[in-house]
């Protein structure tokens, strides 16, 4: 089993900043990184950012590049998530999760244990 718990979400102004953090456990050295998503009211949820434990190589969805900072710490099993210059549509909920393959980063499928999710409240 694994298990994965995301912090730092909560209500910010629009140009403001938050850091988003997930804390992994279980059998987690049976996997190749971690991704986030998001999932908005009424839509799917869709790719945001992810990191390989393996090397560090990050991947970004277009719409936060130059804004969302992924990082992680191999020590604590945990990813964080810098971001800055938020906007009202990056409201969310936002999820981590194990990429379990470690080939299309941005795909839902390749993930399969998920947390609970942390909203992200940005007021206009």
């Known amino acids: 089993q694994v298990q994965l718990v995301e912090s730092g979400g909560g209500l910010v102004q629009t140009g403001g900043s938050l850091r988003l953090s997930c804390v992994a456990s279980g059998r987690t050295f049976i996997s190749y990184g971690v991704g986030w998503f998001r999932q908005a009211p009424g839509k799917g949820r869709e790719f945001v950012a992810a990191?390989?434990?393996?090397?560090?190589?990050?991947y970004y969805a277009d719409f936060v590049k130059g804004r969302f900072t992924i990082s992680r710490d191999n020590a604590k099993n945990t990813v964080h998530v810098l971001m800055n210059s938020l906007k009202p549509e990056d409201t969310a909920v936002y999820y981590c999760?194990?990429?379990?393959?470690?080939?299309?980063?941005?795909?839902?499928?390749?993930?399969?244990?998920w947390g609970q999710g942390t909203q992200v409240t940005v007021s206009a």
């Open positions: 999760a194990r990429q379990r393959y470690g080939r299309r980063w941005s795909a839902l499928y390749e993930y399969d244990y």
């Open positions: 990191i390989s434990w393996i090397d560090g190589s990050t």
